[in-house]
Nanobody, 122 residues
Framework: QVQLVESGGGLVQTGGSLRLSCAAS????????LGWFRRAPGKEREFVAR????????YYRDSVKGRFTISTDYAKTTMYLQMNSLKPEDTAVYYC???????????????WGQGTQVTVSS
């Protein structure tokens, strides 16, 4: 099973930027879909964005549209999430995982990694 490792989190002020990375242990099919998720303190994990390895299908949750950009580097088997204009409500632990194509659902049986903490101060 492909392993995914998140990195790049940190502490930033409101309006700042961060770039998260999700490194895969091996390549999957170019049509595979990867997603970013986040869990804020006291809340359930929620979907943020998804992309195919090929980059030809992208989808964002409404609250991050225009601020976050998801991308992939298939050669490096790495997915990214560029986060700009960060808000305190973006504070959460961010995770990546493989998702069912065209949905926000994690592929059944997949486990979660450690995630990377993003903290946005007001």
């Amino acid at each position: 099973q492909v392993q995914l490792v998140e990195s790049g989190g940190g502490l930033v002020q409101t309006g700042g930027s961060l770039r998260l990375s999700c490194a895969a242990s091996k390549r999957t099919f170019s049509t595979s879909t990867l997603g970013w998720f986040r869990r804020a303190p006291g809340k359930e994990r929620e979907f943020v964005a998804r992309i195919t390895w090929s980059g030809d299908s992208i989808y964002y949750r409404d609250s991050v549209k225009g601020r976050f950009t998801i991308s992939t580097d298939y050669a490096k088997t790495t997915m990214y999430l560029q986060m700009n204009s960060l808000k305190p409500e973006d504070t959460a632990v961010y995770y990546c995982n493989l998702v069912v194509p065209g949905t926000s659902l994690v592929i059944p049986g997949r486990s979660w990694g450690q995630g990377t903490q993003v903290t946005v101060s007001s």
